[in-house]
Each structure stands twice: as C-alpha cells, then as structure tokens.
C-alpha cells in the first residue's frame, strides 16, 4: 500500500494544509465536504503537492518535519519543486491525472 504526504491549498483563507493519507481522492473529498473544522473554513481546497511513501510510518515522519519546519516559506519552496523530491510537485490542473497516475 502506497501512502501520501500532501500538501493542500485554500486560496479563500490563502492557507496551506499538511497531512498524510492512503488515498488522496478521498482525501480531498473529505476536506472539501467540510470534514473538520479547519478544512471546512477553506473550501474549496486544491492539491498542490504529494509525496509517494511504500509506508505509512515514513509519510507520517514526513509529515512531521514539515510540520515542525512552521514555515509557510519552506511549504511553497517546496511546491515549487525545489524542496527535495521536484517530481512531487504539481502543476495546474493537471492533478486529477498525477493522482491517477500514482496511485494505479
């Protein structure tokens, strides 16, 4: 099983939101249904950014050192491909395929 680290994107509240998750589609539908509090402040949320783990105890690592980075900064260093794994980075509208892609 695949796991992600994704980085979501309000531009209502011009907010980035971090998480991790085996299943990014749904994912994004939960936070765009209004699922927890924060999410449902922000819709409509855009996937900006993913990573691909082969385990869920290195997306949450991951995701914790984003995290604990607290640094809107160092979240857009890395959407825009500079920050580690350039091939994570989305472009546009083209996520609805990236997603598609990763995890068939």
């Known amino acids: 099983m695949n796991w992600f680290v994704y980085i979501l994107y309000s531009k209502i509240i011009d907010k980035y939101y971090v998480g991790y998750t085996?299943?990014?589609t749904s994912r994004l539908e939960r936070h765009n249904?209004?699922?927890g509090k924060y999410s449902s402040r922000g819709i409509p949320w855009k996937i900006v950014y993913y990573e691909k783990y082969n385990s869920k105890s290195e997306a949450?690592?991951?995701?914790?050192?984003?995290k604990k980075k607290k640094?809107?900064?160092?979240?857009?260093?890395?959407?825009?491909?500079a920050g580690g794994r350039p091939d994570a980075?989305?472009?546009g509208e083209n996520?609805?395929?990236?997603?598609?892609?990763?995890?068939s």
């Open 60 to 66: 949450i690592k991951r995701e914790n050192k984003i």
């Open 33 to 35: 249904s209004g699922w």
């Open 71 to 81: 640094s809107r900064k160092f979240i857009e260093y890395l959407i825009n491909g």
């Open 22 to 24: 085996s299943d990014l």
């Open 95 to 103: 996520i609805s395929a990236s997603i598609e892609a990763v995890i």
């Open 89 to 91: 980075a989305i472009q």
